[in-house]
């Protein structure tokens, strides 16, 4: 096969989203990607009934406990900003600080649908937690290639911040790449992300998150007013004798219940010991790998 017709049947498979393309300074690069978070993402904005049911079969059995195997996750999950809004209880890492992660986001930013809201739409369900469909932030070369496609908008990053700040007003959880440099940032919910609709069947999903906080309630401040309860998105919040209690197996550290305590009963912990993201990309995926090698 010639060169050039390679490249067309490259740019043919970028194009049905089956895999990357990235453009330097004197060439085209090229690369694979996983079903999720890869092929499956970029269908946003052209999927089918049919399609969608399959996704979601494929999320809810073998695709889905795989995923789960090796317990280092795709994404991971940082607090909301509100619910870190006196640092000085304790260093907030950059890798964790929202804020860094979109001032170090580089010059191309954009945002597109979620794919897994739009998944539970063509499937004939909505979501109960939030209309915000705009939710999808994406950096660097990754935000280049969708906006080349014609996917998503460009943006700057004082409305990225404003797209997170509706995203915490409706209980969202915030989930970049699992790295120190993530390419993109998903504000999810119990109801449609494939991910979290997936640990959430299992006992303990605080197991398959990396994390580096816990949000721990004084009963002596907690009204049991219920609030929490209905932002949590892993179902990590009970009320029984009317005080709101913390199921550690599934608290994930996202800090919506913080955010939305009146009382300031809710308040969150820092782990002892940290969890440090990959730096790159290719870092986390070697080490996925690595695991399911090692089994």
């Known amino acids: 096969m010639a060169v050039d017709e390679l490249e067309r049947t490259f740019d043919r498979m970028v194009?049905?989203?089956?895999?990357?393309?990235?453009?330097?300074?004197?060439?085209k690069l090229y690369g694979l990607?996983?079903?999720?978070?890869?092929?499956?993402?970029?269908?946003?904005?052209?999927?089918?009934?049919?399609?969608?049911?399959?996704?979601?079969?494929?999320?809810?059995?073998?695709?889905?406990?795989e995923m789960c195997r090796t317990k280092i996750p795709q994404l991971r999950t940082i607090p909301v900003r509100q619910s870190i809004a006196t640092p000085e209880k304790f260093s907030v890492s950059s890798y964790d600080d929202i804020r860094n992660i979109?001032?170090?986001?580089?010059?191309?930013?954009?945002?597109?649908?979620?794919?897994?809201?739009?998944?539970?739409?063509?499937?004939?369900?909505?979501?109960?937690?939030?209309?915000?469909?705009?939710?999808?932030?994406v950096f660097r070369w990754h935000a280049d290639g969708f906006l080349r496609r014609g996917i998503g908008r460009s943006i700057t990053k004082d409305?990225?911040?404003?797209?997170?700040?509706?995203?915490?007003?409706?209980?969202?959880?915030?989930?970049?790449?699992?790295t120190q440099r993530p390419l993109g940032l998903c504000c999810c919910c119990g109801d449609c992300c494939g991910i979290l609709t997936t640990v959430k069947r299992y006992p303990r999903p605080a197991e398959l998150y990396a994390s580096n906080y816990y949000a721990e309630i004084d009963p002596e401040l907690c009204t049991g007013c219920e609030i929490c309860i209905s932002k949590c998105q892993l179902d990590a919040i009970t009320i029984p004798d009317d005080v709101a209690v913390v199921d550690l197996d599934r608290c994930i550290g996202c800090g919506n219940c913080v955010a939305c305590c009146e009382s300031n009963a809710s308040q969150l912990r820092k782990k002892e010991i940290e969890t440090v993201p990959p730096e790159r990309a290719s870092d986390l995926y070697m080490k996925i790998m690595a695991k399911k090698v090692s089994g």
């Open 33 to 65: 990607m996983p079903f999720v978070v890869g092929m499956y993402e970029q269908q946003v904005d052209r999927l089918t009934k049919d399609f969608a049911g399959d996704v979601r079969l494929y999320l809810e059995g073998e695709y889905g406990d």
């Open 15 to 27: 194009e049905k989203g089956s895999i990357t393309s990235r453009k330097t300074a004197d060439r």
């Open 102 to 137: 979109i001032e170090n986001a580089g010059d191309q930013l954009g945002v597109i649908n979620c794919i897994c809201r739009q998944t539970r739409n063509a499937i004939g369900k909505s979501c109960t937690k939030t209309d915000l469909h705009e939710a999808c932030i």
């Open 159 to 178: 409305e990225a911040l404003a797209i997170l700040d509706k995203a915490q007003e409706a209980g969202l959880v915030l989930q970049p790449a699992n």
